[in-house]
């Protein structure tokens, strides 16, 4: 059994040059990717950068804002955001503190690999490698999830979720 230690007494300064008032701390890295916490102040930032790398910025404590290329958000506790490979990306406090998982994946999105994708799908109780076998196409749909209700009540104006 192995256990790694991170949160409080176990972070650093962390981030690109021009970080402030971000600790962390790595809990797992290897050759598939890097995982970490990070800890922000109140008033942090780690400034816009972007590296070749998928990432997943997770939220578990508190709130602030990220930057993907030209959007800015809001978010809070209980959100992710993909930072693309090869985006400029960032994230700030201002008056609250937040703390969020960095999961890095190294190499290049195999998705359609799997056949996310390019649309195939199981079929209802079929088994997996006789469906795999068929290939069966799905059909292409639009769709989208439907805004949570804090979503409804939040706005450009407003301070940060709590």
Do not use: C, Y
């Not at 950068?49 to 993907?68: D, K, L, Q």
Request: aromatic share 4%; proline share 6%; charged share 25%.
């Amino acid at each position: 059994m192995e256990i790694r230690r991170f949160g409080v007494g176990n972070r650093r300064p962390d981030g690109p040059p021009g970080t402030t008032g971000v600790g962390g701390q790595v809990i797992h890295a290897d050759g598939r990717g890097t995982v970490s916490e990070l800890a922000f102040a109140r008033r942090a930032s780690v400034e816009p950068h972007s590296n070749p790398n998928t990432t997943w910025f997770i939220v578990i404590e508190g709130g602030g804002m990220v930057r993907v290329g030209d959007e800015r958000a809001r978010v809070a506790a209980g959100e992710a955001v993909l930072w693309p490979a090869g985006v400029i990306h960032a994230a700030w406090t201002e008056l609250t503190e937040m703390r969020a998982f960095v999961v890095e994946l190294a190499g290049p999105d195999d998705a359609h690999f799997r056949g996310i994708l390019d649309g195939r799908t199981l079929a209802i109780g079929v088994g997996v490698a006789a469906a795999e076998a068929a290939d069966t196409p799905a059909e292409k749909a639009d769709g989208e999830l439907a805004a949570s209700p804090a979503d409804a009540a939040r706005s450009a104006l407003e301070g940060e979720p709590i």
